[in-house]
């Protein structure tokens, strides 16, 4: 079984559809591989593993009949605990939410299924997605599988540690400062952060104003998240800010890229800093866009650090959420959530902020 961990998922996806792998087989592979390593890593927090049988045993069936099984049939798929999946509790990996249990899956989770894929647990993250690497109060540390000393990253620190690991060949990821694009680099994995709409997000308790907040795929290959990406893309009615279907297919795109590039690119983006070994990394794949015939213009100018006005916009918005519960629970949220230099995510404390969050869970209400 070792020799599936690590396959892409579209050639585990298409072995399924050809009847050359048992969707069975590849579940118990997944199985196998979490049990083997997700004790030090800590990437799955909870898991099907009966159900998840249950259903792949039912794909198979389907398989052998002739049936249409979906582009993603059969493949063990895990979903961020920041999403919401049916038959867990969305615990955003905070105590006080350790009960908040989902009316039903997230738009995005229900078109995975929809193309065939099986859901079998949730990925840990850090307490609302607050920081770069994963951990929180309720489900621990989650270690990087190259080096377990080492952080996976955050807050897709779960997902990018179980497909780095081996453990599944999907799972789901957000991004809004980072959450998929720096667990993805920091385990060796493609991420992409889709356009603001592309993957409709939801249902929702509350609509949000920060357009930052995206879901996207972290996989082994790009053309995993592309294959993705075609599965879940789309206007969705819950979503008032789902953006209709591109018109293509992200798979079929890869086959028509463009034979030249102008490819501007910066190292710190005009206000970061940079270790002298990631630039040495980076800048060899910037040579390979040279290589491959694009013309590469290395940028002097850059941007203001975006930092302190993004942590503001993305506190208040927290903020609004959460604000029933921060007195009566204020000491089983993580420290540094509120408190020390996450204090910035908490700018947005201000009454006024509050008042228009709960306006827009009113509208929420009405659409």
């Not at 080096?147 to 999907?170: D, Q, Y």
Request: with cysteine; net charge negative.
């Amino acid at each position: 079984m070792s020799e599936l961990w690590f396959k892409p998922a579209y050639e585990l996806a298409a072995a399924i559809r050809s009847r050359q792998l048992s969707p069975v087989e590849l579940m118990e592979a997944s199985l196998q591989r979490i049990e083997q390593v997700n004790p030090a890593l800590n990437a799955f927090i909870a898991m099907r593993p009966e159900e998840a049988l249950a259903d792949a045993r039912t794909t198979a069936d389907r398989v052998a009949s002739g049936e249409d099984v979906g582009p993603l049939a059969g493949l063990p798929f895990g979903v961020k605990e920041l999403e919401d999946a049916e038959g867990f509790p969305s615990t955003h990996a905070s105590v006080p939410y350790k009960d908040n249990w989902p009316d039903r899956d997230s738009v995005q989770v229900e078109r995975l299924k929809k193309a065939g894929a099986i859901l079998l647990g949730k990925t840990n993250s850090p307490e609302f997605g607050y920081t770069a690497f994963t951990k929180n109060l309720l489900f621990g540390v989650t270690r990087n599988p190259w080096n377990l000393e080492r952080t996976p990253g955050g807050s897709s620190g779960g997902t990018s540690a179980a497909i780095a690991s081996g453990m599944v060949p999907l799972a789901t990821g957000s991004d809004g400062g980072g959450s998929v694009r720096i667990p993805a680099c920091y385990t060796g994995c493609f991420g992409l952060k889709p356009t603001f709409g592309r993957v409709p997000k939801g249902p929702f308790k509350m609509l949000g104003w920060n357009d930052t907040s995206v879901y996207g795929p972290i996989t082994r290959t790009v053309r995993d998240s592309a294959l993705f990406m075609d599965a879940v893309v789309g206007h969705h009615p819950g979503d008032p800010d789902s953006l209709p279907h591109p018109g293509i297919s992200y798979v079929e795109t890869l086959e028509q890229l463009p034979a030249k590039l102008k490819i501007a690119w910066s190292p710190t983006l005009g206000y970061a800093r940079l270790q002298t070994d990631v630039r040495r990394e980076v800048e060899k794949a910037v040579r390979v866009f040279e290589k491959l015939g694009h013309e590469v213009e290395e940028l002097e100018d850059g941007f203001p650090d975006p930092w302190k006005v993004w942590a503001r916009i993305s506190g208040a918005e927290t903020y609004a959420k959460i604000v029933d519960k921060i007195e009566e629970h204020r000491s089983e949220f993580g420290r540094a959530f509120l408190t020390g230099d996450a204090a910035l995510f908490f700018v947005g404390l201000a009454v006024g902020l509050a008042v228009g969050f709960g306006f827009n869970g009113d509208r929420e209400g009405k659409l």
